[in-house]
């Protein structure tokens, strides 16, 4: 609906509006200690010193480096225990200090560098002090008389630079200690033009009051220093470090890894320096601003530098440009002076680099820590977390100032969908560069899921958007920058859900894809049962079901708790007559009330319809079922899982109505925040439904499912919610984003959503009563604590079912028959890496044992001391063990007579301690010839290993 406001609405400034821009400093600091640690850890440990040892785990385990990501990940998979096992032998992770090293080194070469960076810049450009040109102080009085118009409680250390002929002035140093350089020819043109002079050191003037200078120049510092300490001798090491790999056998493993690492290095420099230079010019906006408002002319801004407007080539490149520019360009400055709208608007250069450096600094803490912490609780929740932190703390900010800025002067509220573009865009470019998704290929197997990453950068900006707008439209009037919390707070845990799967779920898809019908094998090898009838559901389990498991996690239903309660709580603000925008209508031009929020009616409406139409499909599924229960006879465990896939069906198509009846019928302002409210209130109420059918099975005549006797059983109903309740409410928003994308993409051509509800007249004392309050407080205590109540019951769950047959599904994903060569070099590290460890070790006690029989044989007596010999057949058991823990041999013909050295050894091991326990001579003889034939086979399996490493001499 067309709008245009009965009054103007009075021109904002950028005053009240939280700038954002320190966050982005300290975003900078993380960013670059985190890449410094992890780049020079790098350095440290050698990682690629001798490039085949890089691999000597996985050739051991059988893998190939050229057979990619996937393929190598299903290897060490299957072989897990003995794969980490192997990776801390050989390839040892530095010991937490050397993982600090890095990072404190760059602190204290920084902290250092910005000490002495006002004294290093006043000497090499030779700055004097002001009183060696201003003798009589007339200069110094008016800098006073400035200062204290600023309100600056001192007026700041002024030097003055004689040779430098230009009009300009600049401040360096830090908050406490500003120091003021004025050029020369400024000083000349104050006698001229003296209020030019006085509009270039209000601007100065302006950096000091606006407590820029300590963060600006420590990135200086930490950009200097991280140039000098980490980048170079990073790129020098890994240079002379190509030469070897190009000469490696598995040069075409290592190449992408190889170039990646310096396009991670160049990404690196190129995103600090792009960050450090957008945040130096909005400053400089900022503080041309503030300039203003302390008394500034504007004819300097007016003056300087004026230029034609360019053509359209031109004004590409000036886009271009003007992104690695430090200081905007003057039509720049001069247009914010007129309407600072660049200052508040779609922000996509800070999004786009906060996308990238959330997924960097996630990565990197993951491989930089990750090995130190592995087995500490909460590691990867709380990597996680930090992620979420950057991303909501620019980008949600970003778009919170933006609708802030268009209520306060009357602009449209923009979707978000170019800032969301830009942060997903980012996060992908971050998860390339980093080797998140990708190691030894150039891109992931699976690259289209990386489209999920720009997707859920979409969304989280759409519904941030529009929770800002929201939340300040119900408080228009009223304070607005409180309702900064709400929206920041629940961004960062909604993402917090989202970077937690992505680390676990979303990286395996993009590494191994869904694996629909390896799992598939899996589900009828875990649960067996008939199946033949219903492959189409086992194939939809093996795509959505089994990637939903990361779902029933705490972290993911804080994360929908949070995604509801942000919106649902606007709704317990009392409105004021301010909250109610005075527009007027487009077709009628009748003035006309407009409310700030859509009333519940119609959310209470659709989620109604949806839980309808769910519990009519979950009933529609229980039908179903009951027909193969009655064909079958029985309820196996695969027949429990496609009941709960059926039922799972049922129930998202009312959650699709729900969401699309949402989308058709609610408020287009805030499209997405209410249909994620109705979908999940639909899902919950059909999932309620359900349950109470559940609870009643056996006595529900053609839909009888899971029982056949007339019981009420709610402690089975509970065992099959815990597994259904994770995936429904969680799928939820899925089908709301899918709906709100939908009416996007069509909403030119079907109009889909109304506009605002609107009023003829002041509307406002009703929904001010007590009544309406307590409903809308027991809508919305309702839907949060139905969802939180769940919560308890997944986390009571647990999520077991993530590991599910993960051996098998790695036995699966073996790569393929290796060639003579590649088989040589499996055999030689699995000799190498523990083979030969394990042999010496049984052959050496083995000869303990010999020996003792020898000398027991000796006395003449004939008798078997129990205390000499349990303890021998215990070591020998001991060996058998770590021979059983150890990687099969990766030749078939040497693995058979490896699996039975094995047997044979356990054998023998067990029947030397049993005939103790049983006193029987002649069980200890057999256990002590089992020894001795499994003793032949390891010697068998030496030499076959020999004769395949070295042909020549066997």
């Known amino acids: 609906m067309g709008a245009a406001m009965a009054v103007p609405a009075p021109r904002t400034t950028e005053k009240p509006l939280v700038a954002g821009t320190t966050l982005r400093f300290a975003v900078l600091i993380v960013l670059l200690l985190v890449s410094s640690g992890s780049m020079m850890w790098i350095v440290t440990a050698d990682g690629l010193t001798q490039v085949p040892d890089a691999y000597g785990c996985l050739l051991a385990a059988g893998g190939d480096p050229v057979q990619g990501d996937a393929a190598n990940a299903a290897v060490a998979a299957a072989h897990n225990a003995a794969y980490e096992s192997c990776q801390a032998s050989h390839n040892p992770v530095p010991a937490w200090w050397a993982i600090l090293v890095w990072p404190l080194l760059l602190v204290l070469f920084s902290s250092l560098v910005f000490r002495l960076l006002p004294r290093w810049k006043a000497r090499r450009a030779r700055l004097v002090p002001l009183s060696i040109v201003d003798r009589d102080g007339e200069i110094g009085g008016e800098l006073s008389a400035l200062a204290a118009r600023v309100g600056l409680p001192a007026t700041p250390r002024v030097l003055v630079a004689p040779a430098k002929a230009s009009t300009s002035a600049l401040v360096f140093g830090s908050n406490r200690r500003p120091w003021v350089c004025l050029h020369g020819g400024l000083l000349v043109q104050r006698a001229e033009d003296p209020e030019r002079f006085q509009a270039v050191v209000l601007h100065e003037f302006a950096h000091i009051r606006g407590g820029d200078v300590t963060l600006t120049y420590v990135t200086v510092a930490l950009w200097r220093v991280f140039l000098a300490v980490v980048l170079l001798p990073f790129v020098a090491w890994y240079a002379a470090n190509t030469t070897a790999s190009a000469r490696s056998p598995y040069w075409h493993a290592e190449e992408p890894g190889i170039v990646r690492q310096f396009v991670f290095a160049s990404a690196m420099v190129a995103l600090v320096y792009l960050a450090r230079s957008d945040v130096l010019r909005s400053r400089e906006i900022y503080a041309d601003l503030a300039a203003g408002r302390y008394g500034a002319s504007r004819r300097y801004w007016a003056l300087a530098d004026p230029q034609a407007a360019p053509g359209g080539l031109a004004r590409g490149w000036n886009s271009f440009t003007e992104i690695w520019r430090t200081h905007p360009r003057w039509e720049k400055r001069r247009e914010a002076f007129d309407d600072p709208k660049a200052l508040f608007t779609e922000g996509t250069l800070p999004t786009f680099l906060a996308g990238a450096a959330a997924l960097l600094i996630t990565s990197q803490l993951d491989s930089y820590l990750g090995p130190s912490v592995a087995n500490s609780p909460g590691a990867d929740d709380a990597i996680a977390l930090a992620g979420a932190v950057v991303v909501a703390g620019i980008a949600g900010l970003v778009r919170w100032r933006a609708v802030l800025h268009a209520l306060q002067t009357d602009r449209r509220v923009t979707s978000g969908t170019r800032t969301g573009l830009s942060l997903g865009v980012g996060m992908t470019f971050g998860a390339l560069i980093s080797s998140q998704v990708a190691n030894l290929q150039w891109l992931p197997t699976q690259p289209e899921y990386l489209l999920l990453v720009v997707l859920a950068g979409t969304a989280f900006a759409w519904w941030t958007t529009q929770c800002a707008h929201l939340w300040l439209s119900v408080r228009r009037g009223r304070t607005v920058r409180w309702t900064m919390a709400p929206v920041v707070v629940s961004s960062v845990v909604v993402l917090w859900g989202w970077f937690a799967w992505w680390q676990t779920t979303g990286v395996s898809l993009a590494v191994n894809g869904t694996g629909a019908d390896r799992w598939r094998l899996v589900l009828e090898q875990e649960f067996p049962g008939p199946s033949t009838a219903h492959q189409g559901i086992l194939l939809v389990i093996a795509v959505v079901w089994l990637n939903l498991i990361w779902l029933n996690h705490p972290i993911a239903m804080a994360a929908l708790v949070a995604l509801c309660a942000a919106p649902l709580s606007a709704?317990?603000?009392?409105?004021?007559?301010?909250?109610?925008?005075?527009?007027?209508?487009?077709?009628?031009?009748?003035?006309?009330?407009?409310?700030?929020?859509?009333?519940l009616r119609r959310l209470l409406i659709a989620a109604t319809l949806g839980g309808v139409v769910g519990w009519i499909g979950a009933v529609d599924a229980m039908a179903f079922m009951h027909t193969w229960q009655a064909s079958n006879g029985a309820q196996s465990g695969l027949f429990s899982l496609i009941y709960l896939a059926w039922v799972f069906v049922g129930l998202a198509a009312g959650m699709i109505v729900a969401s699309a009846v949402s989308v058709a019928l609610g408020d287009h302002r805030f499209s997405l925040v209410t249909a994620v409210i109705?979908?999940?209130?639909?899902?919950?109420?059909?999932?309620?439904?359900?349950?109470?059918?559940?609870?009643?099975?056996?006595?529900?005549?053609?839909?009888?499912?899971?029982?056949?006797?007339?019981?009420?059983?709610?402690?089975?109903?509970?065992g099959l919610a815990r597994q259904l309740v994770g995936p429904i409410q969680l799928t939820a928003p899925g089908m709301a984003l899918a709906s709100v994308t939908i009416a996007i993409a069509f909403h030119r051509a079907t109009s889909l959503g109304r506009g605002p509800v609107t009023y003829s007249t002041m509307r406002v004392t009703p929904d001010m009563t007590l009544v309406r309050r307590i409903w809308a407080g027991v809508v919305v205590s309702a839907v949060l604590g139905a969802v939180a109540a769940n919560g308890l019951i997944l986390a009571q769950n647990g999520t077991s079912g993530s590991k599910m047959a993960a051996a098998e599904l790695g036995q699966v994903l073996q790569p393929g028959s290796p060639s003579p060569r590649l088989r040589t070099r499996q055999i030689g590290y699995w000799y190498n890496y523990g083979g030969l460890d394990i042999m010496t070790r049984w052959n050496k006690d083995f000869r303990r044992l010999s020996s003792a029989l020898t000398k027991a044989a000796d006395t003449g007596t004939g008798q078997i001391s129990d205390t000499v010999f349990p303890p021998l057949c215990t070591a020998l058991l001991h060996d058998t063990q770590s021979a059983k823990h150890y990687f099969p041999v990766p030749e078939p013909g040497i693995e058979s007579q490896w699996a039975s050295f094995i047997a044979k050894a356990q054998e023998a091991g067990r029947g030397c301690l049993n005939s103790f326990s049983k006193e029987d001579g002649d069980l200890f003889l057999a256990s002590m010839k089992q020894f001795a034939r499994a003793t032949d086979t390891v010697g068998s399996v030496e030499h076959g290993i020999n004769a395949v490493i070295h042909p020549g001499k066997h």
């Open 678 to 718: 109705v979908t999940e209130a639909a899902a919950l109420l059909g999932f309620a439904g359900w349950y109470v059918l559940a609870a009643a099975d056996g006595c529900l005549g053609p839909l009888n499912t899971m029982a056949t006797q007339c019981e009420w059983r709610p402690g089975a109903a509970s």
């Open 571 to 599: 709704w317990f603000v009392a409105l004021t007559a301010e909250a109610y925008r005075t527009v007027r209508e487009q077709f009628t031009g009748n003035l006309v009330w407009e409310a700030p929020r859509p009333p």
